[in-house]
């Protein structure tokens, strides 16, 4: 089974600055099934990132996904309020049919 | 407007059963593959279960092997997880999501509905 590292457990920032999330596989995994999703308090999780790079529908530019092997990462150039959540990367494939997720990285206001 | 709308949760003892449902619109339901996932209070994310449009292709997390079985019925735009043998530790919310490939080669899940909380607890 594939594992699913995300650092750091907590990112304090400020709106305006720029975020670097990290996501570190255990094992290679393809580009075309890694994902990023944001979650909010009581909220459902949302796809912003599939295929390791391609943001997804009514996604902002400022969201950008990049990554490769064993190492990906997800960037929010300039970050919003509203971007203050909860950041899990996602991929496929490491059994059959088997998706797996990371622990999370929360992303809170400095 | 996609929607899904999970139902049927709620508060079971440990050893009990319950059917969770999910009813989507504004997709062709019977193109998609769809997804359970949940998440523990508190805790991250974990998928729990996939099925294919046409049932044809069905898995599950090892966590759940033998005591869950996803479903679905297209003619009524509809998802299913039967529970049964719950333990503690099967509580959780429980989101149903749509599946990309329907459209994508890649692999995510691009629609979720709102949750519906298990609490398995004597």
Redo the contacts between chains.
């Keep these: 089974e594939i594992v699913l590292t995300q650092s750091p457990g907590t990112l304090s920032l400020s709106p305006g600055e720029r975020a670097t999330l990290s996501c570190r596989a255990s094992q290679s995994v393809s580009s075309?099934?890694l994902?990023w999703?944001q979650?909010k308090p009581g909220?459902?999780?949302?796809?912003l990132i599939?295929?390791a790079s391609?943001r997804?529908?009514g996604i902002p530019d400022r969201f950008s996904g990049s990554g490769s092997g064993t190492d990906f990462t997800l960037t929010i150039s300039r970050l919003e309020p509203e971007d203050f959540a909860v950041y899990?990367c996602?991929q496929?494939?490491s059994s059959?049919?088997?998706?797996?997720?990371?622990?999370?990285t929360k992303l809170e206001i400095k | 407007e996609v929607q899904l709308v999970e139902s049927g949760g709620g508060l079971v003892q440990p050893g009990g059963s319950l059917r969770l449902s999910c009813a989507a619109s504004g997709f062709t339901f019977s193109s998609y593959s769809m997804?359970w996932?949940r998440q523990a209070p508190g805790k991250?994310?974990?998928?729990v279960s996939?099925i294919s449009s046409s049932s044809s292709?069905i898995?599950y997390?090892d966590s759940v092997k033998g005591r869950f079985t996803i479903s679905r019925d297209n003619a009524k735009n509809s998802l299913y997880l039967q529970m049964n043998s719950l333990r503690d530790e099967d509580t959780a919310v429980y989101?149903c999501a749509r599946d990309?490939r329907g459209y994508?080669?890649?692999?995510?899940?691009?629609?979720?509905?709102?949750?519906t909380l298990v609490t398995v607890s004597s």
Excluded: C, H, K
């Design positions: 075309s099934y994902a999703y979650q909220q459902a999780p949302r796809l599939y295929g391609s997804a529908t899990y996602q496929y494939g059959p049919g088997m998706y797996t997720f990371g622990q999370g | 997804n996932v991250g994310l974990e998928w996939y292709t898995y997390a989101y990309i994508s080669s890649s692999r995510a899940f691009d629609y979720w509905g709102q949750g």
